[in-house]
């Protein structure tokens, strides 16, 4: 009871300290800077000590959080703060330790080396310089300082990352598992994460894919993460860590014995190759190259979980992985090489639920039934050869190749669908039959390229089942065929990216897609479409986002601004008929950006008149 009295004398305190700030405040006017705001709970306190008075008063929020930021007023533009150049990293490092001061001449080319590793990061500088402004500024005491500055990372993030909940602290130590500037395509590393089990799938309306694609966009805006390419819709593409961030999250890794960089822990190779036998049994998840894996007889471990391989240039040995009976996931970073595993030991190693690689031939044996984990397989060949028993993996989520022959036909394989599977890229000469189909109910993603020869020009193909695909988002159709190809295309009303290339098909079929309710992203290359004239029409395009046309005849577009109410991107690349854009296009509320290429000047012009009549528009040039 004693306690609880104290509790209540204390909250009784607070409330009348809040309520003379209130007082203190009513009536007046003023501008107050809160700095470093980390959740919406903590932005609703502090709001009810504000007075509205309506009197011009102003309040500026700083948080690492952007939700928090959108939160607090979504009404207010947010200042998304930059990497600073190495002049302005200068002045605020200057400024946070000597003051108005110039830096002593004997400590200049010191603090530029700092400065430097921040890579611009404004938070790394700020606290770099903070530690610094606090000791004697002696060359010898800040030189000692550098030579052991793994505490400045650790200062700088420690906070951030503590914030986190458990699932976004995995994803994101996973990362350090990655070369350092290493680009990371986000494809894979979703895949990744749904492999290792990280994610839940609380709302039944998203795929796990989708969780970790939120996962993501929460890690960038923690600042954690960064951009470095989005794909057409928006969405991230690749993605790396800063050098500071990675440092930290590799140290965070290893401490947590959650994922050993083996390579950063131990860079020396001689070094590497005496401990890895024993660094194996401790860990579960490594990062590691590919020359330490080739020790056939001394490298094994029935601990090892997880491996993300990292390939050499100039190292091209038969990598071996026999021993690692419990081994899960296999992901050996895209690179231009030629190393590859020996099938035979891949396919013993029956726990495997993610596997990405070269491999030597393009004949996968039927010995990959033995796998019934498997759920991502990523072949880095194209020509692959998959053998009946594929269909046999019910955990298969994604297929994806450089290229496959035309697959097997499942109707011979075990008959329940593969409820899970979603991706399905390269195919060539995909064949819609009723077998298929049933086994792709609940694909997403399908990419598809056909190549006919002239004597085999059918009269048209039949894609009568791919409207059957009632949960299909994404679609690439593609041909290198030298004539007209008019098919009867049935597209779900799921789609959301449509991909058509070197079709030559008639301007009238933009009608077809045009109908498609849930369309965002067009993209019509190599001739896809043929002729002279397009005229849209009202009614079509409704949630259309990006329009790209590349390569093609076209050189009269006659359209209206209602014709694509919702475009976001306009983009026109190699159309070199086309001598101008309609001004309408200029009168679209929500477009942002035309992008034309440098070959096309008169199209260029009539961009940049558009442009003068919208400010907030953005022409951009495109070289090829």
């Not at 190495?86 to 530029?112: A, M, N, R, T």
């Not at 030579?147 to 990352?161: F, H, K, P, R, V």
């Not at 009614?539 to 109410?565: A, K, M, Y």
């Not at 679209?588 to 009539?606: C, F, G």
Request: charged letters at 25%; glycine letters at 4%; proline letters at 4%.
């Amino acid at each position: 009871m004693k306690g609880k009295g104290i509790q209540a004398e204390s909250d009784l305190q607070c409330k009348v300290k809040e309520s003379e700030i209130y007082k203190y405040l009513k009536g007046r006017r003023y501008l107050i800077v809160v700095d470093d705001i980390w959740g919406m709970e903590a932005w609703d306190h502090i709001q009810r000590l504000l007075p509205d008075d309506n009197n011009g008063s102003r309040i500026i929020l700083t948080t690492r959080l952007k939700n928090v930021a959108a939160y607090a007023n979504s009404a207010s533009p947010i200042h998304m703060l930059r990497f600073l150049d190495d002049q302005q990293s200068w002045h605020l490092f200057q400024k946070k330790v000597v003051g108005d001061q110039d830096c002593p001449v004997e400590l200049q080319e010191i603090g530029e080396k700092y400065v430097k590793r921040c890579e611009g990061l404004p938070l790394s500088i700020v606290t770099v310089a903070g530690l610094l402004s606090k000791i004697d500024r002696t060359p010898k005491l800040w030189k000692r300082i550098g030579a052991n500055d793994g505490q400045l990372e650790t200062i700088l993030l420690s906070l951030s990352y503590k914030h986190l909940p458990r699932h976004l602290r995995e994803c994101f130590l996973y990362m350090a598992g990655f070369p350092e500037d290493y680009e990371i395509r986000v494809s894979e590393l979703i895949k990744l994460w749904v492999a290792e089990g990280f994610l839940e799938g609380r709302d039944e309306s998203k795929t796990l894919e989708e969780v970790a694609e939120d996962v993501l966009e929460v890690l960038v805006e923690q600042s954690l993460v960064l951009v470095t390419s989005k794909k057409s819709d928006g969405k991230i593409k690749r993605c790396k860590l800063h050098s500071v961030v990675r440092d930290f999250c590799s140290r965070q890794a290893g401490e947590e014995k959650f994922l050993l960089p083996i390579m950063d822990y131990f860079p020396n190779p001689i070094v590497r190759r005496h401990f890895l036998p024993q660094v194996l049994q401790n860990h579960q998840r490594v990062s590691v190259s590919w020359y330490d894996l080739d020790l056939k007889d001394s490298t094994h471990s029935s601990c090892t979980r997880s491996i993300i391989c990292i390939s050499q240039r100039g190292y091209r040995p038969k990598g071996s992985i026999e021993n690692f009976k419990s081994l899960q996931v296999l992901h050996v970073l895209r690179r231009k090489d030629h190393a590859f595993w020996e099938l035979g030991q891949v396919f013993d190693l029956i726990h495997l639920t993610y596997l990405a690689s070269k491999i030597p031939s393009n004949i996968i044996p039927s010995a990959i039934s033995k796998l019934h984990n498997l759920q991502t397989l990523i072949i880095y060949r194209s020509e692959v050869s998959l053998p009946d028993e594929i269909w046999n993996l019910e955990q298969l989520r994604h297929l994806i190749a450089f290229s496959f022959l035309p697959l097997p036909d499942p109707k011979d394989s075990a008959k329940s669908s593969l409820k899970n599977f979603q991706t399905l890229s390269l195919a060539t000469n995909f064949v819609f039959s009723s077998s298929m189909v049933r086994k792709f109910r609940n694909i997403r993603k399908l990419e598809i390229c056909y190549s006919l020869e002239e004597k085999f020009r059918p009269n048209y193909f039949d894609f009568g089942s791919l409207g059957l695909l009632s949960r299909l988002e994404k679609l690439k159709l593609e041909t290198h065929c030298s004539f007209q190809l008019c098919p009867k295309f049935y597209f779900p009303r799921s789609l959301k990216k449509l991909e058509l290339s070197g079709w030559r098909l008639p301007w009238t079929y933009m009608m077809v897609f045009g109908r498609l309710p849930s369309l965002q992203v067009l993209k019509l290359k190599n001739y896809a479409c043929s002729g002279e004239l397009w005229k849209t029409i009202e009614g079509g395009f409704v949630d259309l986002r990006l329009l790209h046309i590349d390569e093609s005849n076209l050189q009269n577009w006659t359209t209206e601004s209602s014709h694509f109410p919702r475009l976001q991107r306009l983009m026109l690349h190699r159309c070199l008929y086309l001598s101008k854009i309609a001004v309408d296009i200029g009168k679209i509320p929500t477009l942002e950006l035309i992008e034309i290429d440098d070959h096309n000047r008169s199209l260029l012009y009539s961009a940049t008149e558009i442009k003068e009549k919208r400010d907030a528009l953005e022409v951009r040039l495109k070289r090829f």
